[in-house]
């Protein structure tokens, strides 16, 4: 099974009021995150993290290898792999080390024969967010999945949001985006 998901910013006590998660504490939130992951996703499955996994080193080497499945990280902008960070390519072989399975630090394009789409962190429009707009990826006219917009939207035109604060902090299954797709193209 493939699963995506994305901005669980793993230790970052603020992201609770930012985004009004129910949780009491960092420590709570954090482990209610591990578990649910970890009912979902079987040690075999393959997960696409769509960045922003934490904004430190610590809860990387302290949970990538808790959580089930092989993870590839399309680093986000808090990812300390992410092209535009202070020794990207460092924390890139880091954090295979630490548990993902690959990293990128640019978005990418899945190809199977169930689905194409473009992953990234970044949406193909935030608004009037134009802090990472050179970073935002070309809309090309295929799907796009994505984070960094944590409970803006789940879906919007073109694009599917796998951030965990639309999707109850469970990482959303192949099917599931595929039932999206098919949806909205009727």
């Known amino acids: 099974m493939i699963y995506f998901t994305s901005d669980h910013h793993f230790g970052h006590k603020n992201i609770i009021q930012l985004c009004n998660r129910p949780f009491n504490s960092v420590e709570e939130m954090d482990e209610e995150m591990i578990r649910r992951w970890n ?9 696409y993290y ?30 300390r792999c992410h ?24 978005d990418v394009t899945h ?5 194409t789409a473009d992953l990234s962190h970044f949406p193909y429009d935030n608004g009037d967010d134009v802090r990472y707009f050179k970073l935002f990826p070309r809309d090309d006219g295929r ?3 994505h984070g960094h917009v944590h409970n803006k939207w789940r879906v919007k035109d073109k694009m599917i949001n796998v951030g965990v604060d639309v999707w109850d902090f469970y990482p959303v299954s192949l099917d599931k985006i595929l039932e999206i797709m098919r949806g909205a193209n009727k």
Request: charged share 30%; hydrophobic share 35%.
């Open 39 to 47: 009912e979902t996703v079987k040690p075999e499955d393959f997960v």
């Open 50 to 79: 769509l960045g922003d996994f934490s904004l430190s080193i610590k809860p990387v080497k302290e949970y990538v290898k808790r959580l089930n499945g092989k993870k590839i990280l399309i680093a986000g902008n808090h990812d």
């Open 83 to 106: 092209q535009f960070q202070k020794n990207n390519l460092k924390y890139k072989y880091e954090y295979r080390e630490m548990g993902f399975y690959d990293v990128y630090d640019c």
């Open 111 to 115: 190809f199977s024969e169930d689905l």
């Open 143 to 145: 799907w796009l999945l």
